[in-house]
């Protein structure tokens, strides 16, 4: 049994901010379907990743991570995305943490790997309204604290910086090369995306390095990999696919 109580674990303090943000962005918005959304992403997730234990014949379940994976799809899917969509793409997703695996951990990040098949296979529609991408500017700012607790619990704080850092000055050379719409990233829900991103996806664990030089080279590679994407190809699945080639690569270095 744990020593550590449930709310100062790392998972904890992730679920309870996405909560808080998907409290504070059906307030503000007075959309009731952003929560409809989340609940049957949340209870697709935990069901498909209990029936992948019991199949596994796995002796420890936790449903902790399977419960942040359907919130942060569901935050992330636009609210007139249809059930079976979000049921779809959380499959997807469960499946890859459990097939998908180096060393019994997952190899990417199931959210992003989710979201990322339901956009090339159904063109799902994503308005990150949980990182509060319909919302005014200053709504940002719970973003940021919320970002900061939980980069600070899982020290991530080489990855977000490095990723941030070289993520919007390549958007700024490339803007001064006149090269793509890269204006179009700083503005919402843009910059809410790589915010969000940033603080509570590139930020996991399993799929994450420890060291920091390894998370430096980590976010640098997920920022210039995803920003070749946008310029080149525009849309919303950039940040995914930058992830999740950072997520192979750190399984490529590891086998050496």
């Not at 904890?12 to 929560?35: H, K, M, N, P, W």
């Not at 159904?122 to 900061?148: E, K, M």
């Not at 829900?189 to 920091?212: E, K, Q, V």
Request: charged share 10%.
């Amino acid at each position: 049994m744990s020593t550590h109580p449930w709310h100062k674990k790392p998972k904890s303090y992730v679920i309870i901010c996405l909560v808080a943000f998907l409290i504070i962005a059906e307030v503000l918005s007075s959309d009731l379907r952003g929560s409809y959304n989340v609940l049957i992403a949340l209870i697709t997730a935990v069901g498909m990743d209990w029936i992948c234990f019991l199949l596994g014949k796995r002796k420890k379940w936790l449903a902790d991570g399977s419960v942040i994976t359907g919130i942060i799809i569901g935050l992330i899917l636009s609210t007139t995305t249809s059930w079976y969509l979000i049921v779809i793409t959380v499959i997807m997703a469960i499946l890859s943490k459990h097939l998908i695996v180096f060393k019994k951990k997952p190899v990417f990040n199931p959210a992003a790997f989710g979201l990322l098949l339901s956009i090339l296979f159904f063109q799902t529609g994503q308005s990150w309204w949980g990182a509060f991408g319909d919302l005014p500017v200053w709504t940002i700012g719970f973003l940021l604290v919320g970002g900061y607790l939980v980069t600070n619990r899982v020290n991530k704080f080489p990855q977000v910086f490095s990723f941030l850092s070289a993520y919007f000055l390549l958007l700024l050379l490339m803007g001064f090369m006149h090269v793509g719409e890269v204006a179009d990233a700083f503005r919402p829900p843009f910059i809410n995306a790589s915010l969000f991103f940033a603080l509570f996806m590139l930020t996991d664990p399993p799929t994450s390095p420890a060291s920091n030089k390894d998370q430096v080279i980590f976010g640098v590679l997920s920022a210039i990999v995803g920003v070749g994407v946008y310029v080149f190809f525009g849309g919303l699945m950039y940040l995914f696919i930058g992830l999740l080639i950072s997520n192979a690569y750190q399984v490529a270095r590891s086998r050496k």
